[in-house]
């Protein structure tokens, strides 16, 4: 018994009366820290404590920073009237329960992807689309993304769900970014930026090389497009001045947003804190480490070949 149970009994309290009126109370049972002595956590933990020259603690954690971009699907909707946190806990366990049965590696907007899916029409029951990846988009169990390749002098475009158990398997064949968040503007631009060839062999990077990031202009056919694309800021676009009059700059230059990167309301609203990251990662972060150890060992059986033949 404490000193402030001794003291409500003293006054004429009982301490089961007390939780009655107030409620159920908890204490922290979490130790304080030692400035002598920091702390250390073991290989499950999310956080390391280290100590500073000046004898203050602080803690950093071991999830890496670039999983919000490699599993972009697991963090929330930015809207926040579209949030709910147990459908969403409950639809990163289902994700990693398909992880778990199928190896989906990690690839980016502009990355050459192959998708293998079940299909109850083809010769043999399966069928492969090789493309470029030109959009992924949503979270959770609703992402998706969108390949893209120029089949027999047509456009062909497949969206697949990232989560569909459908999918058998997905290959990353070219990994690589672009300049921008999408490649939408494929579509309005010359047949030989969306055109790869369906047997086309894998580019192994080496193990630990950064994701170069492909800083190819494209160039547009001329109107019509698919969107106005003078209204957009694409940095991976050459000729958009060219197809653009003084009227549809004029328009562009009106309905032009550039005050909002200065709305920080805004941002905050479209983006998902860093705070939230964290706590969202740390929660998957031994699966996902788990599968990313397993698929690192299976590329360590390969070697970089310059593959002989290409898109």
Same mark, same amino acid.
Request: aromatic content about 8%.
């Given at each position: 018994? @404490?000193?402030?149970?001794?003291?409500?009994?003293?006054?004429?309290?009982?301490?089961?009366?007390? &939780?009655?009126?107030?409620?159920?109370?908890?204490?922290?049972?979490?130790?304080?820290?030692?400035?002598?002595?920091?702390?250390?956590?073991?290989?499950?933990?999310?956080?390391?404590?280290?100590?500073?020259?000046?004898?203050?603690?602080?803690?950093?954690?071991?999830?890496?920073?670039?999983?919000?971009?490699?599993?972009?699907?697991?963090?929330?909707?930015?809207?926040?009237?579209?949030?709910?946190?147990?459908?969403?806990?409950?639809?990163?366990?289902?994700?990693?329960?398909? *992880?778990? @049965? %199928?190896? %989906?590696?990690?690839?980016?907007?502009?990355?050459?992807?192959?998708?293998?899916?079940?299909?109850?029409?083809?010769?043999?029951?399966?069928?492969?689309?090789?493309?470029?990846?030109?959009?992924?988009?949503?979270?959770? +169990?609703?992402?998706?993304?969108?390949? *893209?390749?120029?089949? =027999? @002098?047509?456009?062909?475009?497949?969206?697949?769900?990232?989560?569909?158990? &459908?999918?058998?398997?997905?290959?990353?064949?070219? +990994?690589?970014?672009?300049? =921008?968040?999408?490649?939408?503007?494929? *579509?309005?631009?010359? =047949?030989?930026?969306?055109?790869?060839?369906? @047997?086309?062999?894998?580019?192994?990077?080496?193990?630990?090389?950064?994701?170069?990031?492909?800083?190819?202009?494209?160039?547009?056919?001329?109107?019509?497009?698919?969107?106005?694309?003078?209204?957009?800021?694409?940095?991976?676009?050459?000729?958009?001045?060219?197809?653009?009059?003084?009227?549809?700059?004029?328009?562009?230059? *009106?309905?032009?947003?550039?005050?909002?990167?200065?709305?920080?309301?805004?941002?905050?609203?479209?983006?998902?804190?860093?705070?939230?990251?964290?706590?969202?990662?740390?929660?998957?972060?031994?699966?996902?480490?788990?599968?990313?150890?397993?698929?690192?060992? +299976?590329?360590?059986?390969?070697?970089?070949?310059?593959?002989?033949?290409?898109?």
């Amino acid at each position: 018994m @404490n000193i402030v149970q001794k003291k409500l009994l003293a006054g004429g309290f009982s301490w089961i009366n007390l &939780t009655r009126r107030l409620g159920p109370v908890s204490f922290s049972t979490k130790p304080e820290p030692l400035p002598s002595a920091p702390r250390t956590t073991s290989n499950t933990s999310t956080t390391i404590t280290s100590s500073t020259s000046g004898g203050s603690s602080e803690r950093k954690s071991i999830v890496p920073p670039d999983y919000r971009f490699v599993y972009q699907e697991f963090l929330p909707d930015p809207k926040i009237e579209w949030r709910n946190p147990i459908r969403e806990k409950l639809e990163r366990m289902d994700m990693l329960d398909r *992880r778990a @049965n %199928i190896d %989906i590696p990690e690839f980016y907007v502009g990355s050459v992807v192959a998708v293998t899916c079940s299909d109850v029409h083809a010769v043999g029951k399966t069928s492969r689309f090789l493309g470029i990846c030109i959009l992924r988009e949503k979270c959770g +169990l609703r992402a998706r993304f969108i390949l *893209r390749n120029v089949v =027999d @002098n047509q456009g062909v475009e497949v969206m697949y769900d990232m989560y569909d158990p &459908t999918l058998l398997k997905v290959e990353v064949l070219r +990994l690589e970014k672009r300049l =921008d968040e999408h490649l939408l503007y494929l *579509r309005d631009a010359l =047949d030989e930026y969306s055109t790869f060839d369906l @047997n086309m062999e894998a580019e192994i990077l080496p193990e630990g090389a950064p994701v170069p990031v492909n800083d190819v202009k494209v160039t547009l056919k001329p109107r019509p497009w698919y969107a106005r694309w003078e209204r957009h800021n694409l940095a991976g676009v050459a000729n958009v001045d060219e197809h653009t009059n003084e009227k549809k700059a004029r328009k562009a230059a *009106r309905v032009a947003t550039p005050w909002e990167r200065f709305d920080l309301m805004k941002q905050y609203r479209r983006t998902i804190p860093d705070e939230e990251q964290k706590e969202i990662f740390a929660e998957v972060y031994s699966q996902l480490h788990q599968l990313e150890l397993t698929r690192k060992k +299976l590329k360590r059986k390969r070697t970089f070949v310059k593959p002989t033949k290409l898109a």
